[in-house]
């Protein structure tokens, strides 16, 4: 077979003492082993050494987790169901940390071949010719996973390969094997490739990777080719398109070694641990918000309103969460504004005198939640009987989220000082542009705020912001448990009052 050159991709540098020929690469003890082999010994190792053989992976520790390690020490090619959002692509990209940090490779190979173990003709040749004075490159891990999207429009020439016109017109033979362009599965030789959404790929497509899965070997067109290909396969696939709108073909789920089903997280703490880690925060947001917003999306995924087929993405918490914090600092700038219309003589909008001589931290409340309920309702299937509903579905579901969070973690408390700011007439007003330090004055010192602070984990020393997230959330927990009222202001101030 002719010689078909490297794409053009920046790899990571090698390091300098790593050996530059074949004769080098062999003095060192250096053996060849398949990738499968590969992954298998360096999953042992750091089995035994304790190390963390999948970072960043959250919730599957005791279960998809363990499927996984033994569908990788049986050298399985493996299929992962799942509705959206369970993290079955993170997973997949996670296996390729599981390679050797650098392997050998013949430079100039576009099949990434191992100068033990040529497959082309042309770089069995070359080492033949060149023996143990071939030069070597080395290839880092991390051009060693591919990756395709399943699209309707994605051909077997995107996967596998096909005839190269522009080769063709330079003048070579059409049976000329360097007129080949290799696909992206040839092209990941000794890698990870991983085929997203497998069910959308047409049937006729799905049928290309039979022989992958397999034999091990390719076919483009007419060419007689005989490619020992040395890869593991994954894919994803959501298990509504698996069974309905498109399917993986039975001769494919055939030659899958392991279907490993994934999940959402088991239980709260999960949800949390996974919003915490992803959720990129442009502001604080307290323990207790947090907690709301993992419940929230819990109640939501099990409503009877939502179609539990399409699944409610952990995207949608992580989503929620990012929405609130941009929603305590959207408030932090205007109250910045307010206070400098002040301090210039203006006229400085409701809230923000109290800003005017200390700046207002972005710290979210919980009446900054209100706001993902329009801004995320369309990351949510509902069933059909529920159309035009969702907003009013999604602010009950919410509610009962931060009464349950309420319950949970103030229960036992005696709260009877917050009761006693709206006796005989007392109101207290919070909203979305009241000030923190608006907020306190109307409260003032109330018996049992240090055990309501403590219990929601913002310390000994709270700032300003953070005990005005307390009794915000204080408030709104009584009102939900019907010992306060509520009332909402033409101009969305929140007031809270006795329940007469």
Same mark, same amino acid.
């Given at each position: ?307 539990? =087929? +399409? /699944?409610?993405? !952990?995207?949608? &918490?992580? $989503?929620? %969460?990012?929405?609130?914090? @941009?929603? *305590?600092?959207? =408030? +932090? /700038?205007?109250? !910045?504004?307010? &206070?400098? $219309?002040? %301090?210039?003589?203006?006229? @400085?909008? *409701? ?9 207002? &931290? ?139």
């Amino acid at each position: 077979m002719g010689r078909v050159t490297a794409p053009n991709q920046v790899s990571p540098v090698p390091p300098a003492d790593l050996p530059s020929t074949l004769g080098e690469l062999r003095a060192t003890g250096h053996q060849y082993r398949t990738v499968k082999q590969e992954l298998r010994d360096n999953l042992l190792a750091r089995m035994g050494s304790g190390e963390d053989r999948f970072p960043g992976i959250v919730g599957y520790e005791d279960t998809v987790l363990p499927e996984v390690e033994r569908a990788l020490l049986a050298g399985h090619d493996m299929v992962l169901l799942g509705e959206r959002g369970q993290g079955k692509t993170r997973l997949i990209r996670s296996l390729g940390g599981l390679l050797d940090e650098w392997t050998p490779v013949i430079p100039g190979s576009v099949l990434n071949e191992h100068p033990m173990h040529p497959i082309t003709p042309a770089s069995r040749a070359l080492v033949d010719s060149a023996g143990d004075d071939l030069p070597i490159g080395w290839l880092h891990r991390s051009m060693r996973y591919g990756e395709k999207l399943a699209t309707p429009d994605t051909s077997v020439g995107d996967l596998i390969g096909d005839v190269d016109p522009i080769r063709l017109a330079q003048g070579r033979t059409l049976g000329d094997p360097e007129t080949i362009h290799f696909g992206l599965v040839p092209r990941t030789n000794r890698g990870v490739f991983a085929v997203n959404e497998l069910p959308d790929l047409a049937e006729r497509i799905q049928v290309a990777l039979l022989n992958v899965l397999e034999e091990r070997d390719i076919q483009v067109r007419g060419y007689q080719l005989r490619l020992p290909l040395d890869l593991l396969l994954v894919a994803s696939a959501n298990p509504e398109d698996y069974t309905n709108r498109g399917r993986i073909i039975t001769p494919l789920k055939d030659r899958f070694g392991a279907e490993i089903r994934t999940h959402y997280p088991l239980d709260l703490e999960l949800e949390l641990a996974l919003i915490r880690q992803e959720a990129d925060l442009v502001a604080v947001v307290p323990e207790h918000v947090l907690e709301v917003l993992a419940r929230f999306a819990r109640d939501v995924r099990e409503s009877p309103s939502v179609d539990p =087929r +399409s /699944g409610v993405s !952990a995207r949608f &918490a992580i $989503a929620a %969460a990012e929405t609130v914090a @941009a929603a *305590a600092l959207r =408030r +932090s /700038g205007l109250l !910045a504004g307010s &206070a400098g $219309a002040v %301090a210039s003589g203006g006229v @400085a909008s *409701a809230g923000g005198a109290g800003s005017a001589s200390r700046p207002e &931290a972005p710290v979210a409340r919980i009446g900054d939640t209100v706001s993902v309920t329009s801004t995320l309702r369309g990351k949510v299937e509902f069933e059909s009987g529920e159309e035009g509903r969702e907003i009013e579905v999604l602010a009950h579901l919410l509610r009962t989220a931060t009464a349950e969070t309420f319950r949970a973690r103030l229960a036992g408390l005696d709260l009877s000082g917050f009761t006693a700011l709206v006796a005989e007439g007392g109101a207290v007003e919070t909203g979305e542009l009241v000030a923190s330090s608006e907020l306190l004055s109307q409260v003032g010192t109330v018996p049992g705020l240090a055990k309501v602070l403590d219990r929601l984990g913002l310390g000994d020393a709270p700032s300003p912001e953070e005990a005005a997230a307390g009794i915000e959330f204080v408030l709104e927990g009584l009102h939900l448990t019907r010992r306060l009222g509520k009332d909402v202001t033409d101009s969305g101030r929140t007031v809270y009052g006795d329940r007469n």
